[in-house]
């Protein structure tokens, strides 16, 4: 069990010391778990959980994966089905360390990818809605070229640099994320099929403007799902949580409502 109270810490899972945060403490509403996207960790949320916490009146709670921020680090290179195995080995650990249900997951980008395939694969009765912030489920061209492009942005800008400041082993952040991706046998990757064992309501949020994912990441989740609605907004690329905060935020507030206290 975490001790809310100290608002931050360490816990085990898998094995590894992975860092968490909180905001506020767990009462008569869900708990809000953030996964974090391929280059996130804890600090790399900035002040959006702290606003989660108070426009929802909901706890909200972090952790960095192995690999990322203060966390212990990972083997490399990552598997291609890494984010498979970080939702059905993983989170699990996590979740029980939490101790708290019900929960929300809210995910961004691979975070969002991590949370759809725990509610879809895993089925705990303890999730009870997902919220998917410009999730991927198959891998595109668009993506991949965007991809590319931050690999050479690593290696001649200062991204080396800015992301060293967050995470403690910068290069398995970096190449975890970008070398899975990268991989030739990862344009055959596609999870749409987690989808169809999700039994909770589901909120997607995509940006029109998303860099790393077309629109048709978000078809494959309302397609599929009777209880899931869509939010594609203007001026938005693939962090909604940053572009358009205000917007995201009243809609969480308004999506665990639907459910809150049930």
């Not at 980008?109 to 949370?115: C, L």
């Not at 998917?132 to 070229?145: S, V």
């Not at 989808?195 to 397609?223: F, M, N, S």
């Amino acid at each position: 069990m975490i001790d809310w109270q100290a608002g931050r810490g360490v816990l085990s899972a898998e094995g590894k010391r992975l860092e968490w945060a909180s905001w506020g403490v767990p009462r008569d509403r869900p708990v809000i778990v953030l996964l974090h996207e391929g280059l996130g960790c804890v600090a790399l949320w900035r002040e959006f959980p702290r606003a989660l916490a108070e426009v929802t009146g909901c706890a909200v709670f972090a952790y960095s994966r192995a690999g990322y921020g203060q966390s212990d680090s990972c083997d490399l290179p990552r598997p291609l089905d890494y984010m498979t195995h970080e939702a059905v080995e993983v989170l699990p650990e996590v979740l029980d360390v939490l101790g708290a249900e019900p929960v929300v997951l809210m995910g961004h980008s691979d975070g969002a990818t991590i949370a759809a395939e725990y509610a879809g694969r895993v089925g705990d009765a303890r999730v009870e809605g997902v919220v998917l912030m410009a999730p991927h489920f198959f891998a595109e061209d668009e993506g991949l070229t965007e991809i590319a492009r931050a690999r050479e942005a690593f290696e001649t800008t200062d991204l080396r640099e800015k992301l060293g400041r967050y995470h403690s082993d910068v290069e398995a952040a970096f190449d975890g994320w970008n070398g899975a991706w990268l991989d030739p046998g990862f344009r055959e990757w596609n999870v749409e099929e987690a989808l169809d064992g999700v039994r909770v309501p589901v909120l997607v949020i995509q940006g029109h403007g998303d860099q790393y994912g077309t629109l048709a990441q978000v078809a494959a989740v309302t397609e599929r799902l009777v209880e899931a609605r869509a939010l594609v907004l203007d001026e938005c690329r693939h962090a909604p949580q940053f572009d358009q905060p205000e917007v995201v935020l009243d809609a969480v507030a308004e999506f665990v409502e639907g459910f809150a206290g049930k």
